[in-house]
C-alpha cells in the first residue's frame, strides 16, 4: 500500500520531510496545504504533488489524503491536528508535540475516540544511533545510568520577526531546541520526580537560555539546556555505574556515539544516507499498516510526560505563551 501525504505547512522542515518521502517506495507527496495558497502551490510543483490547497481545511477535506504531516508552527499543532483528525485522518505531528501537556491531553484524547494513528515526530528516536542507544541501555552494557547531560542551543541574532523569537509561535530555546534534551533524558532514566530551573526570558518574552536539574525517585540525575542566544556544546553523556555513553554533536542527530568502560573505548557507527526524517514515516507506516493507535518508540504517554516535564520548567523560569 502506498501512504498518500498531506503536508500541512510548507516550511523548512517540510522541506526534509518531503525529501524523506521521496526515499520511500510506499510513500507519496499527495498534497500540500498552506494558508497561502501560493506558497502550497510552489510547494507542490517543487515536489511533484497532486493538489495544492490555500487553507487546511481544504487539505483535511480531500478524501485521497491517506495521513497528514503537521508541520507548521507549536501554537497551532492543537488546532491543526484536531482538525484533520475530526476529518478521520491520521496525523503524523512535529516536535513539540503542542505548547503544554493539556493540549498535548485533548489532541491523543481525540485521536483516540476516533481510533486514528498518532504520533509525535520526534525524529531523532527513530534514527540508527538513538536505536543502538536503546539497545544498549536495555542491555545495561554500562550498568545503571546515573547522571545524564544533553545541551542544544546556539546563537541566532536577535530579530523579533524570527520565529524563534515570537511569542505568538511558541518560540524560544525550551520548546524548540529543549525538548530534545529532555526527551533524551526521558528515554534514559524516564519520568522525573522533581525539576528546578532556571532561566532568561528576554525582550520579545521567550526564552533565550534555560538550564534544569531533573531528580528521579533512586537519586538519578538529568541536566539539561537549551539556548536560543548562546552557543552550546549540542552533545549528551549518560554516566552509568560500569561506563559511560557518549552522544557528539549534534545529539538529535548523531552519525556515532561511543561506549567507555575503564580505558576501553568504542566508537558504534550510526551514520545513514539520504534525510534522516524518513525513519519516523517508516514506523508511523509500520503503524498503520498493523493498526496500532499509538508507537512504542515513542507513546502518547511519553509525549505526555516530556510536555509535563517542559511544562514544570516553563512554569519555573515565568514562560507563558498567548492563549495559554
Known amino acids: 500500500m502506498t501512504v498518500r501525504w498531506g503536508i500541512a505547512g510548507p516550511g523548512a522542515i517540510a522541506v526534509g520531510f518531503a525529501n524523506g518521502l521521496q526515499l520511500l517506495d510506499d510513500a507519496e507527496i499527495y498534497a500540500i496545504g498552506s494558508r497561502s495558497a501560493d506558497r502550497a502551490k510552489d510547494f507542490a510543483a517543487q515536489y511533484g504533488a497532486s493538489a495544492a490547497y490555500g487553507s487546511y481545511e481544504d487539505l483535511a477535506s480531500d478524501p485521497d489524503v491517506d495521513a497528514v504531516y503537521v508541520a507548521t508552527p507549536q501554537s497551532r499543532h492543537e488546532q491543526d491536528t484536531l482538525l484533520f483528525l475530526e476529518a478521520g485522518k491520521p496525523v503524523l505531528c512535529e516536535k513539540p508535540f503542542a505548547l503544554n501537556r493539556a493540549q498535548s491531553q485533548r489532541m491523543i484524547d481525540a485521536a483516540r475516540e476516533r481510533s486514528l494513528l498518532l504520533m509525535e515526530a520526534m525524529w531523532s528516536r527513530f534514527l540508527p544511533a538513538y536505536r543502538v542507544l536503546a539497545e544498549l541501555l536495555g542491555e545495561q552494557v554500562i550498568g545503571e545510568p546515573q547522571l545524564v547531560e544533553a545541551d542544544f542551543g546556539f546563537h541566532q541574532p536577535f530579530d523579533p520577526d524570527h520565529r524563534l523569537y515570537d511569542p505568538e509561535r511558541g518560540g524560544g530555546g525550551i520548546l524548540d531546541l529543549g525538548v530534545y534534551p529532555v526527551q533524551f533524558a526521558s528515554l534514559v532514566l524516564g519520568t522525573p520526580t522533581s525539576v528546578v530551573a532556571q532561566g532568561r526570558i528576554g525582550q520579545s518574552g521567550v526564552d533565550e537560555q534555560v538550564a534544569a536539574v531533573l531528580g528521579h525517585a533512586g537519586g538519578e540525575l538529568a541536566v539539561v539546556k537549551a539556548a536560543i542566544a548562546t552557543n552550546l556544546g549540542c552533545s549528551a553523556r549518560i554516566a552509568g555505574t560500569e561506563g559511560t555513553i557518549e ?7 548523531p552519525g556515532s556515539l561511543t561506549v567507555v568502560r575503564g580505558f576501553e573505548r568504542e566508537e558504534i557507527d550510526g551514520s545513514w544516507e539520504g534525510d534522516g526524517l524518513r525513519f519516523q514515516v517508516e514506523e508511523f507506516h509500520r503503524c498503520l499498516a498493523a493498526g496500532e493507535l499509538e508507537s512504542p518508540v515513542i507513546s502518547h504517554a511519553e509525549t505526555l510526560s516530556i510536555m509535563g516535564t517542559l ?10 505563551f498567548p492563549g495559554e
Open 311 to 320: 511544562d514544570q520548567i516553563r512554569d519555573q523560569i515565568g514562560l507563558r
Open 247 to 253: 552522544i557528539p554533536a549534534f545529539m538529535h542527530c
